[in-house]
């Protein structure tokens, strides 16, 4: 007999398989020894962790505790922008104490979606603040709060008269809420959570001085004013300062909505549109969005076609003096992939049906072809192009990828506010089911497309 590629394929076809079956049967073997004596195994690392071994537990404590101190607590000298550039800490003071205007009351903060950290709080004010003796229409309790750092994402810096005299931001203004265990917007931290009630262009609206915009964006305050007000709660433009894109081409707002910084570990590419890793957006966003103190770069920025005001700007090789954020990017990253997402409350959805609706996810609905559980994205490089999702392509277009990134869906049920996908143009579940079903012709009936709705309520 000759050879022939006939002949050769299929025996090389089964020689594969051969290995392929001998390497399962292999692993399997493994797997079951493992199975047989797991308590023996955790019961000897319980009893005596090798050095090596506590090395690595002692390790990672460390890096989530400095993590968490950076996440909620630096401001990477970010001061040097919100307070001394932008003067934005007159405008929270007000004329009274020695800023401008009518100051910003507690009331007025907690209305734009700033949440306050009851730890913060001594007992003695709780209860006086549970007694209605504590006058929260007052800009100087607003002053008092952030005294005691109790304003989640926002530091004061004050002078030894006691005087605010500039202010800085941390990654927990936009990541993070409170869950209103004291009262709506007062309560314990909850890390990670997009801040779906804040409102960003709002806040940085009231800033006496906004030169800074007007300089880097070649318009004047009034410009500035308007794009600032077109965002809303819950959204932020972090492309607007590379590329000066400031409204959608059909004149809708141009921000995209704050995503949530829990759930990542295992999540190959970040943001809407993937720009990169979680140590490379912190990077962008510490040094050139927060305007903090570090070093950021990134070539693909440099191009002036795609980045006009970037490539102006120097953004795309940030070398801040002293440079306050390199060395806490590696334990930032860290606490963000301890951060699980949050289970969703029971109660707030219907179990029978999302387990339906999860059958119809994995199978019929064609989703987990993409949102891949448990990480709901690919593993791999986790983009698409707008066409593959039925989206225009104005926000991928922003992105060095030009691409949209499956989002991963854990914790779904925490940031419905303001709606879903990059932009929110969808404002329920159910629209977005809807879309696919028009999108991918999925034929889903009534009851399939509610059933769906539950299992990512379920998430
Ligand atoms: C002013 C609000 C704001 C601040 C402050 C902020 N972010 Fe973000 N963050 C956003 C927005 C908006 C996006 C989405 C950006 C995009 O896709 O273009 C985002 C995206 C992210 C992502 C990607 C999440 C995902 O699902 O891929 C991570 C992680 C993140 N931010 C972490 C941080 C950290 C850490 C800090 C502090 C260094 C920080 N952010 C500061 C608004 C903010
Ligand atoms: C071709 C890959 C792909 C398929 C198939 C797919 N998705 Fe998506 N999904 C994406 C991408 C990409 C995004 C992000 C779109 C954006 O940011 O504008 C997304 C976003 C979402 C969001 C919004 C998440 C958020 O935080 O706003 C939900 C919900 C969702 N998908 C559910 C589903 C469901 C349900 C199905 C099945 C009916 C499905 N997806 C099928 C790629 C896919």
Same mark, same amino acid.
């Given at each position: 007999m000759t050879l022939t590629s006939k002949t050769v394929f299929p025996v090389a076809v089964s020689l594969m398989?051969?290995?392929?079956?001998? $390497?399962?049967?292999?692993?399997?073997i493994q797997t079951d020894l493992a199975a047989q004596?797991?308590?023996?195994? #955790?019961?000897? $690392?319980a009893a005596s962790p090798s050095a090596a071994d506590r090395l690595i537990t002692d390790y990672a404590q460390q890096m989530i505790a400095q993590g968490r101190q950076t996440f909620r607590y630096d401001t990477f000298g970010s001061e040097a922008f919100w307070g001394d550039a932008l003067q934005l800490h007159?405008?929270?003071?007000?004329? &009274?104490?020695?800023?401008v205007g009518d100051g910003v009351s507690p009331k007025a903060a907690l209305s734009i979606g700033l949440k306050v950290d009851v730890d913060a709080l001594p007992t003695a004010l709780q209860a006086q603040i549970k007694a209605g003796k504590v006058n929260l229409d007052d800009p100087a309790t607003t002053l008092a709060l952030l005294k005691l750092n109790a304003v989640v994402g926002v530091t004061g810096l004050f002078d030894a008269g006691g005087s605010l005299k500039s202010m800085g931001i941390q990654c927990a203004f936009c990541h993070s809420t409170v869950d209103?265990? !004291?009262a709506p917007g007062i309560g314990k931290r909850l890390d990670g959570w997009a801040n779906r009630d804040l409102n960003v262009g709002g806040i940085v609206s009231l800033a006496p001085n906004l030169k800074p915009f007007t300089d880097l964006l070649g318009v004047d305050a009034a410009t500035v004013r308007k794009v600032l007000g077109s965002w809303g709660p819950g959204r932020f433009d972090a492309e607007l300062d590379k590329d000066g894109k400031a409204f959608r081409p059909d /004149? &809708?707002?141009? /921000?995209?909505?704050?995503?949530?910084?829990? /759930?990542? +570990?295992g999540v190959n590419l970040h943001t809407w549109t993937g720009f990169g890793s979680v140590p490379y957006w912190?990077?962008?966003? +510490?040094?050139?969005?927060?305007?903090?103190? /570090?070093? !950021? !770069?990134? $070539?693909?920025? +440099?191009?002036?076609?795609?980045y006009p005001v970037a490539s102006r700007s120097g953004a #795309?090789?940030?070398r801040g003096t002293p440079d306050r954020v390199t060395s806490k990017l590696a334990a930032l990253h860290f606490y963000q992939l301890a951060i699980p997402a949050p289970a969703p409350p029971s109660g707030s959805f219907d179990k029978a049906a999302s387990t339906r609706g999860k059958a119809i996810f994995d199978a019929k609905a064609k989703c987990a072809s993409c949102h891949v559980p448990p990480l709901y994205t690919e593993p791999g490089n986790n983009l698409h192009t707008p066409a593959e999702v039925g989206v225009d392509a104005f926000q991928a277009d922003r992105s060095p990828t030009h691409m949209y990134r499956t989002a991963p869906l854990a914790g779904l049920w925490s940031h419905q506010r303001g709606g879903f996908y990059h932009d929110g143009r969808f404002a329920t579940l159910r629209e977005v089911v809807d879309h696919y079903d028009d999108l991918f012709k999925l034929g889903l009936t009534e009851r399939e497309k509610a059933d769906l709705v539950e299992y990512l309520k379920s998430l």
């Open positions: 398989l051969g290995l392929n079956v001998a $390497a399962w049967w292999h692993v399997s004596a797991p308590s023996n195994g #955790a019961r000897q $690392a007159r405008a929270i003071a007000g004329a &009274k104490s020695g800023g209103d265990s !004291f /004149g &809708k707002q141009a /921000g995209t909505l704050i995503p949530p910084a829990f /759930g990542l +570990a912190n990077a962008y966003v +510490a040094a050139t969005e927060m305007h903090g103190s /570090g070093t !950021f !770069f990134d $070539a693909r920025l +440099a191009t002036s076609a795609q #795309a090789n940030t």
